[in-house]
């Protein structure tokens, strides 16, 4: 454990973490330990426009959006918007080179980064302490922020703010008396989708079974596509939501649907953060590190097959985060063990 003074007291901490989706979700359960262990520390958080629409409204935290496509000017409205305060703490939560450029408009007395082992793309320059190497998720790797500030994660806690307004609209999407499979089939990461065909296929056994099925996804073309795609392969039309919701809104859906089928992505995070259960489709990236926080068990994770297929090395030999993103990964995972994790689902909500 991490040797702290006492009297070295910690009043504010900024946290930079600027995307994606899913990896936002994964900060709150920091912030919630935060806000438990510091009670009077004011609290920061650098991150996404899109990332600071999803945590719009969290109590307690400062919420400053930084525009990842401003360039300089990017970086001269975070350094106006922070108007020259120094931080006792900053968490440099990301690896990125962008990301760790950033951190360099942000002053701050202590500033705690990755360890040697994980640490990229200049990371070392930007931090002066490091969170010890161990844990694989990604959330709990988060939750080793925590230490340095002489504490531990010892609770996974969420509290994402939806307005009533939101479950409202979801409660209007589809009539109640059916389970209810929800497909968002899209990744920001096209290689990560899996093919249209499949979820059609998983989709037709799961209303022959007499559950009703709904897709949803953003407003890009990509999304679009894959949506129509799927609806032309099943013998019967899903609820189609594409391009309909907020991302508040979005909340709201997952919440309410009884089994969120995804890739990696940020609504298996935001679905998981919500309560639902994910069936998870993972071989571009590995489950065990990005899958389904609370539950693993309707998770088909290829990433060790994907692994020694594509890079020719077990995935125990591969750097941590490392991505096996190439044409026809997803192709391994076939519709029988989807279906399998589906009927898996099926017997323990019985």
């Not at 359960?29 to 945590?55: F, H, S, V």
């Not at 990301?94 to 760790?100: D, E, I, K, P, W």
């Not at 190497?133 to 994660?153: I, M, S, T």
Request: aromatic letters at 6%; glycine letters at 8%.
């Amino acid at each position: 454990m991490y040797q702290v003074n006492p009297a070295d007291a910690v009043k504010t901490v900024c946290i930079l973490r600027l995307s994606a989706l899913g990896d936002a979700t994964h900060v709150l359960p920091l912030i919630r330990t935060l806000q438990k262990n510091l009670p009077e520390c004011r609290i920061t958080w650098i991150l996404g426009k899109g990332e600071a629409k999803l945590m719009e409204g969290l109590d307690g935290v400062e919420l400053i959006a930084f525009d990842k496509k401003a360039g300089l000017q990017g970086l001269k409205d975070l350094t106006q918007a922070l108007d020259g305060r120094r931080f006792d703490v900053l968490l440099q939560m990301q690896l990125a080179l962008r990301a760790n450029l950033v951190s360099a408009v942000i002053s701050a007395k202590r500033r705690i980064g990755y360890d040697r082992k994980r640490a990229k793309e200049g990371h070392g320059l930007f931090v002066n302490e490091r969170i010890r190497h161990d844990r694989h998720h990604v959330l709990d790797v988060f939750g080793l922020f925590a230490e340095p500030l002489g504490f531990r994660q010892t609770e996974v806690t969420w509290n994402l703010p939806v307005p009533p307004e939101a479950h409202a609209w979801a409660a209007e999407q589809w009539p109640a008396g059916k389970p209810t499979l929800l497909i968002s089939p899209c990744s920001s990461h096209a290689l990560r989708n899996w093919l249209p065909e499949r979820y059609a296929a998983v989709a037709a056994h799961a209303m022959g079974k007499g559950w009703q099925v709904v897709l949803c996804g953003g407003r890009s073309v990509l999304e679009r596509d894959m949506g129509d795609a799927i609806i032309a392969a099943m013998p019967e039309k899903p609820i189609d939501l594409i391009g309909k919701d907020t991302l508040k809104q979005l909340l709201a859906l997952l919440a309410r649907a009884d089994l969120v089928m995804t890739p990696d992505s940020g609504p298996a995070h935001m679905a998981n953060a919500m309560g639902s259960k994910v069936l998870g489709l993972y071989a571009c990236t590995d489950g065990t590190r990005s899958g389904p926080y609370s539950d693993q068990r309707y998770t088909v994770n290829r990433y060790p097959e994907a692994a020694v297929q594509f890079l020719d090395k077990p995935a125990a030999a591969l750097p941590w985060g490392k991505r096996v993103e190439f044409p026809g990964v997803m192709a391994m995972i076939g519709i029988d063990e989807v279906i399998a994790r589906f009927e898996r689902y099926c017997a323990d909500r019985a």
